[in-house]
């Protein structure tokens, strides 16, 4: 059959128009053309330059949504405008949810209308409340650089995380208008000032002119971030004990505290390149995280005194180191106990890896488990459940464990409840019985504040029943919560922010937990005027006690657990011509099964702190860094004069006299990058 001509002449018009087309060199066109011929040479050219054509169709298709948006935009703009006026109704409907009672948890309910309503981002004289975000009412020119204008109304994050700069706008949570697209750099700067200055929280000076830079494109993703804990982290501030004149006051009695959860939280921060919230920082928790030097206790508490010229100051500044060590109880020889662990399962322990860090925990905990143990679980959401009643069967308990899923509201009064009713139906007066709260301390549902959670827990400590808490995750994370009601239980306060602290805590250390060798153990110091001119105890600000209540067995104070050990570090000023002793330590604490009270003292010598700091021995030198550390990173104003470089450099050198010091080099390398970073000053 002959060749079609006609169809022939189509397919050379065709190609000759794709050629036009697609603008191809003639004569790149004309060189291709013999070897692939007229039929091949355009979908050849198409498959090396055909991209065009999807960036003219791409263009277009965003110029169509560029059309789209901006109609949605302009629609936005008339519904804000006419629905101004019933925004009083919007956010009292909002107030009554669940999550305006998260967001507003520790702030009074009877708040303005939502048009006059000023929150701001300044604490109170004791708490750090979520710092509150910002936006002005002022929307730019539309001169200025085409800025959008603010919405009247903006959410920063799924917790409603939300700003104040200038006139302060409502507030709402999710569901509510997009975020600005576009601000100005002073808008930015005083977002980041609020969300960070304000509430405690420190960043680097790049990391500030990041999250600066993309607030003004519009990227907020920084402020939505878990990782930065900017809404619901709550922390008390305590105030700095200061200088004492001993011709005033000459007797320091406190409660003592093994507590150990500052330090982790604070080392979670700085392993995170941010530094620790100011009022997060308690000295003697940072103090007593560490391992000391006392040699056993013979007696169910033993004291120890050490003392140096301070290298912190110039003015004949002494440190002395006040000591308390209990009595080791071997594992194998503790009480039985009977253990209900009260486990936080709420949504909130989904961030990061909550649950997955409680769950190894109570994993080590049953492994240190032995014959004669019970273990109880309570879970708690939006109400809490029994999972396993008591029992001596660990496998079952693993069982349990390894199933927990976050889900639903905080309700800790309900889970506390409950957790005490199962102790309580299972206490024995020859076994150790005790709570154990595992929780970020968010409470949302029921009774929210620390002092509704307290009001039957002294009792129940007082029955013999203990409750200590354990907590983990940060970002919205109730420190105070979790500490009063530790210290309401007569238990200890740990945090967890690794698996290795995990193990450590419900693991290694729960012996110490569960075998209580004095209650309510206080200890007093009554310097001689002669030889002592004033004196600082250093931390222990949520622990004082009036000088007579040191013999009162009716105060509650700290409860020391098996092999722990707890520290005190004062600063005295001595008098010219010191030389005499410079007064009388005291210990007094009751025997836990029989409740009698048992006291000693011993007397503070000259010669016990009348030498140079080098040559005291090094766990003194460590623990006085440590204590240094501390003292800057809550920004005590007695050490804003010293030199956080020093303060390292003497912790090195400490650190190079230690046997075996893992983690007090962990200690040092933290501080090193925390120095890098430019996020450890006294500035």
Known sequence: MAPDRSLESEMSRWFSDQRNDLKAPPDLWEELEPRLG????????????????????????????????????????????????????????????????????????????????RPTATTSATTVAPPVFAATATAAPASAGGLLPIPPVAVLDSRTTVAAIGDVLPIIGPGGSQLPSQITREQAQEIVTLAVSS???????????????????????????????????????????PFVDVSAEPISTFSMDVDTASYTV?????????????????????????????????????????????????????????????????????????????????????QGNRISLVQQGIFTLLDSL???????????????????????????????????????STNAQAGLRLGFTLAEENFADDKSNHVILLSDGVANVGTTEPGGLLDDISEFARDGIFLSTVGVGLGNFNDVLLEQLANRGDGSYAYIDTAAE??????????????????????????????????????????????????????????????????????????????????????????????????????????????PFESASPRFRFTSSVMAVAEILRRSPFFVEVDPLHVVSTLAAAVADLESPSEERELLSLLNTAIELGVLSND
Not at 55 to 79: H, K
Not at 222 to 238: C, K, V
Not at 522 to 549: I, P
């Open 38 to 117: 007229p039929q091949d040479v355009a979908p050849a050219w198409q498959r090396l330059f055909g991209f065009r054509w999807a960036v003219r169709r791409l263009t277009m298709r965003i110029a169509a949504t560029a059309a789209v948006l901006g109609l949605f935009a302009v629609v936005a703009v008339i519904y804000v405008a006419l629905s101004e006026t019933t925004s009083d109704d919007r956010f009292a409907s909002q107030s009554e949810s669940t999550i305006g009672q998260e967001q507003w948890r520790g702030i009074e309910t009877d708040q303005p209308s939502a048009q006059t309503a």
């Open 199 to 241: 509430s405690g929280y420190g960043i680097t000076p790049d990391q500030q002119e990041e999250i600066v830079v993309r607030l003004m494109n519009g990227d907020w993703s920084d402020l939505q971030d878990a990782e930065i804990p900017l809404d619901l982290t709550f922390f008390q501030n305590y105030g700095v004990n």
């Open 266 to 350: 604070g080392r979670g921060y700085l392993d995170s390149g941010r530094i620790p919230p100011p009022a997060s920082v308690r000295v003697e928790e940072y103090i007593n995280y560490f391992d000391q030097d006392y040699p056993p206790a013979i007696d169910a508490l033993d004291g120890h005194i050490e003392g140096a010229l301070s290298p912190y100051s110039d003015d004949g500044t002494y440190l002395l180191r006040v000591g308390v060590s209990a009595i080791d109880v071997d594992p194998f020889e503790r009480r039985s106990a009977n253990i209900v662990l009260v486990i936080d399962t709420s949504g909130s322990m989904s």
């Open 370 to 408: 032995r014959e004669g143990d019970t273990v109880g679980v309570v879970t708690y959401s939006t109400q809490a459940m029994t999972q396993l009643r008591p029992t001596g069967d660990l496998n079952e308990a693993r069982s349990v464990v390894s199933r927990l899923h976050p889900d639903g």
């Open 502 to 611: 995990a193990r450590k805590v419900l693991g290694t250390d729960i012996t110490g937990l569960l075998e209580i060798v004095a209650r309510d153990a206080k200890v007093q110091l009554e310097f001689d005027e002669a030889a002592v001119e004033s004196y600082r105890l250093v931390g222990y600000e949520n622990r004082s006690l009036e000088t007579e209540q040191f013999r009162d067995d009716s105060i509650d104070a700290g409860e020391i657990g098996a092999g722990h050990t707890v520290t005190a570090m004062y600063e005295l000023k001595l008098k010219d011509g010191a030389a005499d002793d410079l007064g009388v330590v005291r210990l007094r604490w009751l025997d836990p099964e029989t409740g009698a009270a048992f006291e000693k003292e011993r007397d503070i010598s000259f010669s016990e702190v009348d030498r």
